[in-house]
Every structure is written in structure tokens, then in C-alpha cells.
């Protein structure tokens, strides 16, 4: 077994030359400089990492694969957890590895390693085919992947201004204890846990067709739960009371937790002494961070191509929107102001990204249009199922680029873009929805989320609920929620919040897939207004 | 197949490629001399070290066809480095010298500044534990032709019947976990599990069918009763009616109790019962030594329970040992982790997982004969909390809801969605039979069920 050590004497690179790379080669981070002084190092494929993926890909022409792709993969991940005035725990993450994926006569096959060799990648490639041979007996028909052009020397880096690994723990732990305390001056609150999580990736790409790719993505999160106790009563505020990013440490200093802990305080304590919800059919305006999970839930999901082809049947379940044929060009989603974009090139959002784990080069394309269902969230592998389609509308058949893996450990697959709804022509305000609703409830921040396998039938709850009378919030409700059925939600969405008013939600935990995998994914959305929508109490009494 | 905790047979899928030590499970020895090195490079007052290794392999089938197929191997190591109560952890996958050395390292540079932690309670000095033989090698040793030779078994007859398409998961992990530290604790356990379930869908679209089978060993695992049960239960749920929500005696097959009644181990925790957040909590204290449920009501995590083997210990290496949180309907103890029974006078229980539900004596063909009109639920889906005070969950039914009339199964009908507690369920209890392994995940043994009164609320077109 080669050590990491001996691959990179062997690999003929110094020390020196990786140590102004992409980092592949761990250094302990620097404390104490101010990160706003230093510049990113540029993006490239450092080529010991090249030579390691191409000597997977040899190995994995040599076992037989007709087709092959390879990703070397570095992930750090850093968290602080506190709660009140204390530390829980700061725990950093740095792993590396490869996964190689073949195709051998139609068959896919995966093999993942942690040893950075070319004894270990080539063992890896060998294993995928090995895999593939093995499946042959139970295969029934061959994948072909629709054609993509080849990126030989494509580089790419995400939103963020401020690596967040290059920031001093002293100042994360400061931040959330300041906030902390903020939040415990509010009368009546009781406890207060808060968080930061950074992901940082460097992902090198490669495949037979002749791509090689190095991509340095950074995510960040700051979360904060505010629990009040009175009388007997608990009311919780968050803890996704900002949303999650696609950039650095610049974004964590934009949210000013320390400015708004306070308020998000009081949201709490007031909601100890809300009126429980009265049953029945309520005008509802949603909240970006709140709609964003039902646009992820009810819109998102159905419409990725493999689920629509039974292939996520056995764990997440298939889609209402099925069989293509008859629902492309057809299905009525909503109102013709309606327009629903999948991406991956929204600045910010957490599934943008410069080329997928097919290595395309994602695009933007309309998912619903003027109302209409108009197109699926594809890969390489599934575009070619809706060649009639593209075909008719005269379009190219392309994959839409949503081809990602978690990490080099896990094979990749069909995963959700950005999926964004458009804002209205109408710049209308948070403010202006409110006005023009005469009886309603007002819902801010992602709770409780239920849907089912084929996404028809969801519920969800909010963080903050307020009561909309004449035109005006007069007051915080308590245990509400919505039930609704997909089609019917969505087209009794009558009033849309303009461009100004247009705000990211999102997750960094998405989950689908056998072996279940992570996705982080962000929906752009103004506030929706929906009409008569079904409005449930969840208050019980032990 | 061997119980012992020895040194771990060769893994066949990796031998013909001559990187076989970089690709097994770490062993005893392995394991504990990598934590030795890691001490060794300490300079902080005190270091732990754990070490997760594993190596997983799967295959995924679905419209009828191989779809995914794959094996990863990795090994990461945590370092947790203490001065004073100043603490901090790095992860990594690097076991050389130098990456250990960074490893250790960068957890010192950390902890330094970190500020201090007041319920870190020191090194756990070193244990005794009671081995748990979870390891089987017909799992770890799986080759990826038995795997494919296994998906044929539910593949060949769906693609010769016409009326059906399958998906389904096969998916094998052979892992070791172990702790070391510098006050001389070491511990290490490996365990193998086997995991396969199906879904049979029919080609119209209206019935749908899954089942799912789980064991540590891998012979044990019958894929074709799977692929009978399955197939059987999609033909029987086609053509579903819709019947009006409302409150109805249902009958939940064992995955069904498992997938709520599982939900009462997050609230099991002593620190947010005391802190009054909890289900458990009432004014001025906790319901321990009260009678919250029905008398027949025993719910207890053992890790040598035959049915699910877990670990002999926890993630601060403090043994597990059997524990019994509900008997006979009363809240007999909370989950205590080190620092909280240290501050509460009380002994460390370890975490309530590998739950399992007393069983009883009922059949679901006796619970079923003995219900006048009633719902029978094959398995329950995206449950999330409603009310953390209550326990109130919604979710809905999927993949073979039937209604029951009369004593018997009379029709398939379409999914529910659902808002309870399985405080309230287990109140409302009419029969219980025998408590088997589930596979839905969370290592659960339990029992097929009947309530009263259980709170539909809605439809759903799903199927």
C-alpha cells in the first residue's frame, strides 16, 4: 500500500507547488489574521489530482468500461453548537477520497476509496467494473447517456467573498454568544441553542469523454432556536431564522444575528400568549421562508424525471406528474402568472454550481410556464427519455445538469436545481399582500412538513402565524397548519410578490436516494398569496 | 458465519485487487494501534480518539431494470483534544503518520481557543464490556453476483408477469467502531447488517405493495418471500376507494408501530423533560413513576436483544446495558447522558435506541377477525413532528391500506393523512401481537398493533 505521502513523492510534485493549489494537501488552518485581507488562491486542477483521475480512467478502460467518470474529492465541514452561554461542541471535518463510476456494456458500476493512490484509484475502477460484470445477469436494458460537450480544463468557484475556514473559532464562538445573550434578555426566555455550519468542497471532475474540472464550492448556515416558557406554555422561534447560503463568511455578518437575536426573542415570548387557530378556510400570504419548503415539497420533487420513471418507487417515493406524455405541455399547475425556473446559476443559491457530476454545464430552464407543466429536472443519463419532447418543441436534447453526489463516497444521481418561483410583473410588497387580504393568516419560517410519496397531499406548519383582519396583522396564532392537494394549492395562488420582494430559502439537508444522500438545494420566491385554503388546529392536550 | 469479535475474514470482492488492507473493516489491532499513535502524538492534557470504519455495498433496481450498483470503503478518525475544559474535535480520513499528527494538531490549535466547556467531566477511564457478536461474515464477505443473483428473485418474475414494475434496495455494511483516550479506555466493536426491501407496483398505477427484511446476517434474509409478499400486496391494493377521514380502529402491521412509536425515544431524554420542554415533563418536574400508557405497555433497548444486536457501548464509551423505559404502562426512567446524571444524582443509561415493544399475544389475523369495521396499515411515511408537547405527529399511509369489516380484510382503499400521538395510540390499545424485527430503519423491534379512535384527517390520492 502506498502511503499519501509516497504518491506525492512518486507524483513528482513538491510540496511547494501543492501548497499554493487548490489545497488538496491539508495545512492547519491560520488563526488570527483578518480573513478580509486575504485573497483566494486561484482555482486550478492541481496535476497530481490529474494524474490520479486519469489513471483511473485507464484502469477503467482497461477492465472494460465502454464509458467512465472519476471524482477526487476533498470535504470540510466546521461546526460550532452553543447553547446560552456555553460551547456544546466545535468539531472540524476534513476528508478526501475517490469514487469511480463505469459503464460497462450498458451496466453502471461504483466503487469509492479513501486511498489517494494509483494502486487505490485503479482498485476502485477495477472494483466498479467488476460491479457492473456482476449485473449483467439481471440486466434488462442498456443506459446511454445524451452527448455533452467535453470541458478539458474547466474551473469554477462559488459566491463567497470570505472563506469561512480561514475565520478564527474565537470570533465564531463570539458571534453566537453575543446573539445568545441578546435573545436571553427578552423576558420570559428560556433557553436559546445556536449554530454555525460551513461546507467547503473541492471537487475535481474527470471523464472519458475528455472533461477535467476542479470546483471550489463553500456553504454556510448560522442557526437560532429561541424557546420561551410561561405558565406552563412553550413557544419556539427557529431555528432556521436566516437562511442557508451558497456563500462564505460575508454572509454569516450580513445576517446580523447579534442585531435581530432580540427580536427573534420577543417573536418567541409573544407567541407563549397566541390565540389558537379557529378551523376552517383562511386567505393565506406566504413568506418566502416559508414557501420555499412547499415549493421544494410540492413543485420540485414531483418534477424530477426520475421519480416521474418510478426509479425513486422503493424509498421517496414517484410523482403525481406521470407519465410525461401526458402531462408535458398540458398539466395545469397554477395561474398563467405562474413561472417556475430550474437552475443551477442563481448567485447564492446553494445548488449552483459551474458544472455537474455528469460534467455538463447546467442551464436554466422553465419547469412551469405561463401555468403549464413545461419540462423535468434531468441528467445525462435520463435527457434521452424526453427526446419526443425536446424534439417537438424544436430544442435540442440536453441534460438540464442536476447530475450531483454528496461527496466522492457516494454515487451520483438525479438531484433537485435551484428551483425558483419568478416574481410577479407587479412589484408588490410583503406589506401590500397584507393590505389587500380582508380576513387571512400571515406565515413566516419553515416548521413542521409532511407530503406524500407522490405529492399530492401535504401539510405544513410555520414558526410565526399572524392573524390578518381588514387588512392588517392583529395578532399571533398558535397550532396552525394548511392541508392541501397539490394542484388545487397552487391554482388558487392569486396574488404574487414582485422582484423586490423575491428572497432565497433553503436546506442543506434534502434527502433521496439508496443509499439515502444529501442534497443542498435553495428555492428563490416572492410572497404568494393562496385563496380559501384549509387550515387545521394541531393544538392537543395530554 | 462467526459471532466473535476476531480477526475479520478477507473480504472476497476485493481480492483479486491486491489493495485488501486498504479496503477491509480496521480490526482490533488495527484500530487500537491507530489510536495508541494518535495518544502518543498528544500534547494536550487530555485526547479521545474514535475511529468509524466501514465498508458498505449495494445494489438498486427500479422500472424493472439495474439502475445503481456500488461499494465504498472508508475509515475516518475523530480527535478530541482537552486542556483544561477547553475542548475541540477534528475529523479525518488520513491515517497516515502525518495526517494523524495534523489531525491532532489542528484539534489542539483549536481547543486552545475555544472557551471552556463546564460540563466536560474529564477522560472516561477504561471499561468493561460484554462483547456483542453482531458480526457475520456471509454479510461482510458478499460478493456483487449474489447481490444481482438476489435482485433476479423479485426482477425475473415482475418482468414475466406484465402487470408489474419493482424497484427495490439490496444494501450489506460491515463496520467497526472504536474509542480510545488517554486515561487508557479502549473499546471495539464491529457488526455486519443486511438490508433488502421491494416495492411492487402495478402497471395501471392504482396498487402498490412493500415489504422489507433486515438482519445482521445476511443468510437469514428469504428475498424470495419478499418478492411473494410484495407482489401480493400490489395486486391486493389496486383499484383503492376513497372513504371518508375520521377517527377508526386501525390495525398497523409491525413497520407501522415503528414508524411512531419510535418517536417516543427522542423524548425519553432526561435534560429536556427536567428543562420542561419535553411530553415527559409536567409542572415542577418529570411523569417518571407515573402511568402514561396502556398496563400492556413495555418499551426497553437491550444491545444483545437476539432479534437486534447493537453495541456493547455508547459514543462516550460507557457500557450499554439493558435498559426498560415504560413498563406495564409506567414511565420508569429517563435517558440520562454522563454530565447530565452527574448534575441530577443519577447513573448514566446510554441513549434509547434499538427500541423494542413488548409483544403480546394477538395475531394480525386475530385483530383483524375481531374488528367490526376498522383500517389495516401496511407501513406509515414522512412523519415529522407537529407538537413537541404532545407528540403529535402527521404522516399518512402507504403502500396497502385496507379497510376491514365484519373480521375480515374487505377492500383496498385509498392513503390517509394522519395527526397523533403515540401517547394517545398506545392509550387507546386493543390487542398486540408478536414483536418482530423491523427493517424500515432505527434497528427497531416491534409488534403488530390495534388502537381505537387513531385521528385521519385527510385523504390522499397517492398511491
Not at chain 1, 446553494?350 to 422553465?366: E, N
Not at chain 2, 489510536?35 to 470504519?53: G, P
Not at chain 2, 456471509?138 to 435482485?151: G, I, P, Q, V, Y
Amino acid at each position: 500500500m502506498t502511503s499519501r505521502r509516497d504518491f506525492l513523492k512518486t507524483s513528482g510534485v513538491s510540496l511547494g507547488a501543492l501548497a499554493v493549489g487548490p489545497e488538496l494537501l491539508r495545512a492547519a488552518p491560520a488563526f488570527g489574521s483578518h480573513p478580509l485581507l486575504r485573497p483566494l488562491p486561484p482555482v486550478y486542477t492541481d496535476p497530481a489530482t490529474r494524474e490520479l483521475m486519469m489513471e483511473a480512467l485507464d484502469a477503467a478502460k482497461r477492465a472494460g468500461a465502454s464509458w467512465a467518470d472519476v471524482r477526487i474529492g476533498r470535504n470540510r465541514n466546521n461546526s460550532v453548537n452553543t447553547r446560552e452561554q456555553q460551547v456544546t461542541n466545535v468539531v472540524e471535518s476534513d476528508t478526501m477520497g475517490c469514487g469511480v463510476r463505469v459503464l460497462v456494456d450498458g451496466c453502471w458500476g461504483f466503487s469509492a476509496t479513501q486511498e489517494l493512490t494509483k494502486a487505490g484509484v485503479g482498485g476502485a475502477a477495477q472494483e466498479a467494473a467488476a460491479i457492473a460484470k456482476a449485473n449483467r445477469v439481471a440486466m434488462d436494458r442498456r443506459v446511454t447517456l445524451a452527448p455533452a460537450p467535453a470541458h478539458p480544463n474547466a474551473t469554477w468557484r462559488s459566491a463567497y467573498t470570505i472563506d469561512p475556514f480561514t475565520v478564527s473559532l474565537e470570533d465564531k464562538v463570539g458571534l453566537l454568544l453575543t446573539a445568545n445573550a441578546e435573545a436571553q434578555k427578552v423576558r420570559n426566555v428560556r433557553f436559546v441553542n445556536s449554530g454555525l455550519s460551513f461546507v467547503k468542497e473541492e471537487r475535481n471532475y474527470a471523464n472519458t469523454d475528455g472533461s477535467v474540472i476542479t470546483q471550489d464550492y463553500v456553504r454556510s448556515w448560522v442557526t437560532l432556536s429561541v424557546t420561551a416558557q410561561a405558565n406552563g406554555e412553550v413557544a419556539v422561534r427557529g431555528p432556521e431564522v436566516v437562511q442557508p447560503a451558497g456563500r462564505g463568511w460575508e454572509y454569516v455578518l450580513e445576517a446580523d444575528v447579534v442585531g435581530n437575536a432580540a427580536k427573534w426573542g420577543e417573536e418567541a415570548a409573544e407567541k407563549l400568549t397566541a390565540k389558537p387557530v379557529d378551523v376552517g378556510r383562511y386567505d393565506l400570504i406566504l413568506h418566502p421562508s416559508q414557501l420555499f419548503l412547499t415549493i421544494h415539497e410540492s413543485l420540485a420533487h414531483p418534477t424530477e424525471l426520475d421519480r416521474v420513471m418510478g426509479y425513486e418507487a422503493n424509498y421517496a417515493g414517484t410523482s403525481f406528474m406521470a407519465p410525461p406524455e401526458k402531462v408535458l405541455g398540458s398539466l395545469k399547475l397554477g395561474p398563467p402568472m405562474m413561472n417556475l425556473v430550474g437552475n443551477r446559476s442563481e448567485v447564492g443559491a446553494l445548488a449552483t454550481i459551474g458544472y455537474d457530476d455528469d460534467g455538463v454545464q447546467p442551464d436554466d430552464f422553465h419547469i412551469v410556464k405561463d401555468g403549464i407543466l413545461n419540462d423535468f429536472q434531468t441528467t445525462r443519463e435520463q435527457a434521452p427519455l424526453l427526446d419526443w419532447w425536446y424534439t417537438k418543441n424544436g430544442q435540442q436534447p440536453r441534460s438540464h445538469g442536476c447530475s450531483y453526489a454528496q461527496s466522492w463516497a457516494d454515487v451520483q444521481f438525479q438531484r433537485m436545481p435551484n428551483v425558483s418561483l419568478q416574481p410577479g410583473a407587479q412589484d408588490l410588497s410583503w406589506n401590500d399582500l397584507i393590505s389587500a387580504t380582508d380576513r387571512g393568516i400571515a406565515m413566516i419560517g419553515r416548521s413542521s412538513y409532511s407530503i406524500d410519496q407522490q405529492r399530492y397531499n401535504a401539510q405544513f406548519g410555520a414558526q410565526l402565524c399572524y392573524e390578518i383582519k381588514g387588512g392588517k396583522i392583529v395578532g399571533q396564532l398558535k397550532d396552525v397548519a394548511y392541508q392541501m392537494r397539490t394542484p388545487d394549492f397552487w391554482n388558487a395562488m392569486d396574488m404574487l410578490g414582485g422582484k423586490s420582494s423575491y428572497e432565497f430559502g433553503g436546506t442543506f439537508n434534502d434527502g433521496k436516494g439508496q443509499p439515502s444522500q444529501a442534497n443542498a438545494v435553495s428555492h428563490g420566491c416572492p410572497p404568494v398569496r393562496f385563496k380559501n385554503i384549509n387550515v387545521i388546529n394541531t393544538g392537543r392536550a395530554l | 458465519m462467526s459471532g466473535d469479535l476476531g480477526t475479520p475474514r478477507r473480504l472476497r470482492d476485493f481480492s483479486v485487487h491486491g489493495v485488501l488492507a486498504a479496503n477491509s473493516v480496521i480490526t482490533r489491532e488495527e484500530a487500537q494501534s491507530l489510536i495508541e499513535r494518535t495518544v502518543r502524538l498528544s500534547k494536550a492534557d487530555a485526547v479521545s480518539v474514535s475511529v468509524q470504519s466501514g465498508r458498505e455495498t449495494n445494489l438498486r433496481f427500479a422500472d424493472n431494470q439495474m439502475t445503481t450498483s456500488g461499494a465504498t470503503t472508508n475509515t475516518t478518525i475523530r480527535v478530541q483534544s482537552v486542556f483544561g475544559k477547553r475542548k475541540a474535535s477534528v475529523v479525518t480520513n488520513d491515517r497516515t503518520d502525518a495526517g494523524l499528527r495534523r489531525a491532532v494538531e489542528q484539534s489542539e490549535a483549536i481547543a486552545k481557543l475555544a472557551p471552556e466547556d463546564p460540563e466536560y467531566l474529564g477522560e472516561l477511564p477504561a471499561q468493561t464490556y460484554e462483547p456483542v457478536p453482531a458480526w457475520f461474515d456471509a454479510t461482510a464477505e458478499l460478493s456483487a453476483d449474489d447481490r444481482a443473483k438476489a435482485a433476479l428473485t423479485a426482477l425475473a418474475p415482475a418482468r414475466s408477469a406484465n402487470d408489474l414494475t419493482v424497484a427495490g434496495y439490496i444494501v450489506c455494511n460491515a463496520s467497526a467502531t472504536a474509542l480510545g483516550n488517554s486515561a487508557g479506555l479502549f473499546a471495539y466493536h464491529r457488526s455486519t447488517n443486511a438490508n433488502y426491501s421491494l416495492t411492487a407496483r402495478t402497471n395501471d398505477g392504482t396498487g402498490s405493495g412493500w415489504v422489507a427484511i433486515e438482519d445482521n446476517d445476511w443468510t437469514r434474509l428469504d428475498f424470495n418471500a419478499v418478492a411473494t409478499a410484495a407482489i401480493d400486496k400490489a395486486r391486493r391494493s389496486r383499484n383503492p376507494v376513497a372513504i371518508e377521514p375520521g377517527r377508526y380502529t386501525v390495525i398497523f402491521e409491525p413497520e407501522a408501530t415503528a414508524n411512531i412509536v419510535s418517536s417516543i425515544s427522542g423524548a425519553l431524554q432526561a435534560r429536556s423533560a427536567d428543562e420542561g420542554r419535553s411530553a415527559f415533563s409536567k409542572t415542577g418536574g418529570t411523569k417518571v413513576g407515573e402511568k402514561i400508557l396502556d398496563e400492556r405497555v413495555t418499551l426497553s433497548s437491550d444491545p444483545r436483544d437476539p432479534l437486534v444486536l447493537g453495541s456493547p457501548f455508547d459514543g462516550d464509551g460507557m457500557p450499554v446495558t439493558r435498559q426498560v423505559w415504560i413498563e406495564g404502562g409506567v414511565l420508569k426512567k429517563l435517558a440520562y447522558p454522563r454530565f447530565w446524571a452527574q448534575k441530577q444524582g443519577k447513573s448514566a443509561t446510554g441513549g434509547a435506541n434499538s427500541l423494542r415493544l413488548a409483544g403480546g399475544t394477538d395475531t394480525i389475523e386475530s385483530m383483524i377477525a375481531s374488528t367490526e369495521r376498522g383500517i389495516l396499515v401496511t407501513r406509515l411515511w414522512y412523519l415529522r413532528a407537529v407538537d413537541q408537547r404532545t407528540l403529535v405527529y402527521t404522516g399518512l399511509t402507504r403502500d396497502g391500506t385496507f379497510l376491514v369489516e365484519n373480521g375480515k380484510i374487505a377492500r383496498s382503499i385509498k392513503n390517509f393523512r394522519f395527526n397523533d400521538s403515540p401517547l394517545f395510540m398506545l392509550n387507546n390499545l386493543e390487542g398486540i401481537g408478536a414483536a418482530v424485527r423491523t427493517a424500515g430503519g432505527g434497528s427497531l423491534v416491534m409488534p403488530p398493533i390495534k388502537v381505537r379512535d387513531f385521528n385521519f384527517t385527510s385523504l390522499s390520492d397517492a398511491v
